[in-house]
């Protein structure tokens, strides 16, 4: 890694980093990749409900509309995607939802005049870009710098392993990069996420069909009979309401049903162990349930799902 004086970057991929507080070095950074996990449950015991809510983003009323390095921003962008394109990495899309996030916490970085991922008071990394956007993200990652030019931002960033693994994470598809000068330095954030397709409750409920059909077949056993319960859509949104599994109202439904409660954000994949179940050959109806809620667990949003069997 090349150093040069008041220099600073810090990287994150769902931990915080350690940051270099001499601005004559650049801190090589670690951090684990920020990437969401789904639950399941097979006739799930009883759980205490808990609500759960999200903050609104600090300071965001207190940004300007203007963003007068939008300029540089572009540049980072372009920077970036020529990177990847050398690397083999598929282009990044800007978003404006993350850009804005990270245009918030460049803000936040000025005002405290020192780099961090997470300032005392302010929300995640994955509760940030989510009270900004509609993405569904599954993954998420953010370098920060202190830099004077986006082309010395960017050769700097590509020197620092951490920093480099995000930009030319293959993973990644979107990104927000916010940038805002002081003096002749550039406080930037670039904000990363690998967006999933949006689909609808009736596109979800269609996916993890074909599944419990694909599934069947590969057993051996007949096709089941769909047949939806009325009830079943509210006892999803019970889960995503109560942020877990194993609410009162899939105790309820278990009571009756072989049921299976789980998140999912690849509907068209049914949980590991599921086959135990969907495959009896006892089973002759199958009914989807599906909801889907951005909580305290998932900023991001995920579909909660319960399919039931009988």
Same mark, same amino acid.
């Given at each position: 890694?090349?150093?040069?004086?008041?220099?600073?970057?810090?990287?994150?991929?769902?931990?915080?980093?350690?940051?270099?507080?001499?601005?004559?070095?650049?801190?090589?950074?670690?951090?684990?990749?920020?990437?969401?996990? &789904?639950? +399941? #449950?097979?006739?799930?015991?009883? $759980?205490?409900?808990?609500?759960? %809510? @999200?903050?609104?983003?600090?300071? *965001?009323?207190?940004?300007?509309?203007?963003?007068?390095?939008?300029?540089?921003?572009?540049?980072?962008?372009?920077?970036?995607?020529?990177?990847?394109?050398?690397?083999?990495?598929p282009p990044l899309t800007l978003d404006a939802g993350l850009s804005q996030a990270a245009l918030i916490h460049a803000h936040v970085m000025l005002d405290k005049q020192q780099l961090s991922h997470r300032f005392e008071g302010e929300l995640s990394l994955p509760e940030r870009l989510a009270a900004?956007?509609?993405?569904?993200?599954?993954?998420?990652?953010?370098?920060?710098?202190?830099?004077?030019?986006?082309?010395?931002?960017?050769?700097?960033?590509?020197?620092?392993?951490?920093?480099?693994?995000?930009?030319?994470?293959?993973?990644?598809?979107?990104?927000?990069?916010?940038? &805002?000068? +002081? #003096?002749?330095?550039?406080?930037? $954030?670039?904000?990363?996420?690998? %967006? @999933?397709?949006?689909?609808?409750? *009736?596109?979800?409920?269609?996916?993890?069909?074909?599944?419990?059909?694909?599934?069947?077949?590969?057993?051996?056993?007949?096709?089941?009979?769909?047949?939806?319960?009325?009830?079943?859509?509210?006892?999803?949104?019970?889960?995503?309401?109560?942020?877990?599994?194993?609410?009162?109202?899939?105790?309820?439904?278990?009571?009756?049903?072989?049921?299976?409660?789980?998140?999912?954000?690849?509907?068209?994949?049914?949980?590991?162990?599921?086959?135990?179940?969907?495959?009896?050959?006892?089973?002759?109806?199958?009914?989807?349930?599906?909801?889907?809620?951005?909580?305290?667990?998932?900023?991001?949003?995920?579909?909660?799902?319960?399919?039931?069997?009988?």
């Amino acid at each position: 890694m090349h150093s040069a004086p008041e220099i600073l970057l810090a990287f994150m991929l769902g931990a915080v980093a350690a940051v270099a507080q001499d601005p004559a070095q650049l801190p090589a950074g670690s951090g684990t990749t920020s990437k969401k996990s &789904v639950q +399941s #449950a097979a006739q799930s015991s009883q $759980v205490t409900v808990k609500p759960a %809510a @999200l903050r609104p983003a600090p300071n *965001a009323a207190n940004i300007p509309v203007d963003d007068p390095e939008v300029q540089t921003e572009k540049q980072l962008l372009l920077l970036a995607n020529q990177s990847r394109q050398q690397a083999g990495a598929p282009p990044l899309t800007l978003d404006a939802g993350l850009s804005q996030a990270a245009l918030i916490h460049a803000h936040v970085m000025l005002d405290k005049q020192q780099l961090s991922h997470r300032f005392e008071g302010e929300l995640s990394l994955p509760e940030r870009l989510a009270a900004m956007t509609n993405l569904q993200l599954e993954q998420e990652g953010e370098n920060v710098a202190l830099d004077h030019s986006a082309e010395n931002a960017h050769q700097h960033l590509m020197h620092s392993p951490p920093h480099r693994a995000n930009l030319l994470n293959p993973a990644f598809n979107v990104v927000g990069i916010g940038v &805002v000068r +002081s #003096a002749d330095r550039l406080y930037i $954030v670039q904000d990363f996420g690998r %967006a @999933l397709p949006n689909y609808s409750l *009736a596109e979800v409920k269609q996916s993890i069909a074909a599944a419990v059909s694909q599934m069947r077949h590969q057993s051996g056993q007949p096709a089941l009979q769909r047949k939806d319960l009325p009830e079943a859509d509210a006892v999803a949104c019970s889960m995503a309401q109560a942020d877990q599994l194993g609410t009162p109202a899939v105790q309820k439904l278990s009571q009756r049903f072989t049921t299976l409660s789980f998140t999912s954000l690849q509907p068209e994949t049914l949980p590991a162990g599921a086959d135990r179940a969907v495959a009896g050959h006892h089973l002759t109806t199958f009914s989807i349930g599906a909801c889907y809620g951005k909580t305290e667990t998932y900023p991001t949003g995920v579909y909660w799902v319960v399919l039931s069997l009988e």
